[in-house]
Structures are given as structure tokens and as C-alpha cells.
């Protein structure tokens, strides 16, 4: 099936770690993406990992990716009460030309 | 540069009414994708455009349908609207090469009554 799974909420307290999890479906995505969403507004990437790298790190986000268990995960540092949104990661098959995205999870950061 | 527009940002129309937004990707950007996105469903990939052809379609019905133009302006336009097509509608624009990063627009918020 195209169902990208992550779980629904996450609720941290306002300088601790984040990881938002997110299992993908198809092996042959070449890139694998992560988006926020903020209230009333459309996506924003945040950042995208190369499915032949194991992790990325950007300022305060850290991106694991397991390709044998399709297993994406996404880390902030030090999360903030401007991190509160939803989060999306994404998959675009190879040959394909759409991106699905997961059903986001939404991201609560407690002051 | 600017980013990805939409009109218009919102909507309201009746059941039975058609409806056509709008998109204007970045300029250079020649994909243009369409997004639903609802509370129940998530976000569910409509169709993309490239070079004024279509190349991939989501599981929507045929009430559904867009169009791209020369300048890589986009339109979906919806038929025969139904309560279930209140939605935020997203586009989407990339380059189609290297990382392919999509860049969104702000959406337009369609209220069916």
C-alpha cells in the first residue's frame, strides 16, 4: 500500500529533545522529506535525506533513516514553543512523480 | 523571489456549484502539484503537472480536474461540489531535478455548505 504511517501527537516540554517517528512504504523513494506546517498556513521543507545516507544533521534537527526497517525518524534539539506544528515526512517512489506524505504529527511544546 | 501564490485564500460555495482555484508556481518552476488536505484524510496527492501535461493522478473522481498553462500557471477546477470537498487545497511547485524540494503555497481554505 502508499500509507505512510507516523503517529498522530507528541507533547515535550520547552528545552528537550524531540523525535517525531514516521515508517514510509517504498523502498526505491530516492529522497525522503520532512515538512512543518504551521497553523493556517501551507508546508515548509524542512529538511531531506538521500536514501543512501544513514543520517543528517541541520543546526537543531537530526534525521535517521533505517532503509531496511523503512523506519525515518526526525530529532530537534532544544525544541521551542515556535516548534509547536505539524510535521509531516514524505516519500517520493522512484518513477513516480507525487510525494505521499504521512498523516503528520502534530507537535505540542510545553512552556 | 516570490514564492508560490494562490487565489484566492478562501471560499465559500453550495452543494452543486463548481469551483476553480488557481496557482502560480515560483518562476522557473515548471511542476506544479495539487494537494486536498482534510482533517480525516491527511493530505492526498491530486494530480501533478508538467509542461502543461499531466503526468500523474491521484484516486479522486473525475469531478476533480486541472489544467496548466504555457507561463506554468496552474487551475484545478472541481464540478458538481459536495460537502465532503471542504478542504485546505494545496499547491505545490519544484524544478523536477536534484532533490526535487516542493515549495507550498498558503492554500485555499473551500467551505462546502
Redesign the interface.
Known amino acids: 500500500g502508499e500509507d505512510v504511517e507516523q503517529s498522530l501527537f507528541l507533547s515535550v516540554r520547552e528545552g528537550d529533545s524531540s523525535v517525531i517517528n514516521c515508517t514510509y512504504t517504498d523502498s526505491s523513494s530516492t529522497y525522503l522529506y520532512w515538512y512543518k506546517q504551521e497553523p493556517g498556513a501551507g508546508l515548509q521543507l524542512l529538511t531531506y535525506i538521500f536514501s543512501n545516507m544513514d543520517m543528517k544533521q541541520d543546526q537543531r534537527l537530526t534525521v535517521l533513516l533505517n532503509k531496511k526497517d523503512k523506519h525515518l525518524s526526525l530529532r530537534i534539539a532544544d525544541t521551542q514553543t515556535g516548534d509547536s506544528a505539524i510535521y509531516f515526512c514524505a516519500e517520493k517512489p522512484s518513477g513516480t512523480y507525487k510525494y505521499i506524505f504521512g498523516t503528520g504529527t502534530r507537535l505540542k511544546v510545553l512552556a | 523571489k516570490a514564492g ?1 501564490t494562490q487565489t484566492p485564500r478562501y471560499l465559500i460555495k453550495t452543494r452543486g456549484q463548481q469551483v476553480t482555484l488557481s496557482c502560480s508556481p515560483i518562476s522557473g518552476h515548471r ?1 506544479v ?1 495539487w ?1 486536498q488536505q482534510t482533517p480525516g484524510q ?2 492526498q ?1 491530486l494530480f ?1 503537472y ?1 509542461s502543461e501535461t499531466q ?2 493522478k ?1 484516486n479522486f473522481p473525475g469531478r476533480f480536474s486541472g489544467r496548466q498553462f504555457s507561463n506554468s500557471r496552474s487551475e484545478m477546477n472541481v464540478s458538481t461540489l459536495e460537502l465532503g470537498d471542504s478542504a485546505l487545497y ?1 499547491c ?1 511547485s519544484s524544478l523536477v531535478q536534484g ?9 485555499t481554505r473551500l467551505t462546502v455548505l
Not at chain 2, 532533490?99 to 492554500?107: D, R
Open positions: 508560490v511542476s502539484s494537494y491527511g493530505l496527492f501533478e508538467f503526468r500523474n491521484g494545496l505545490a532533490v526535487n524540494e516542493q515549495f507550498f503555497g498558503p492554500g
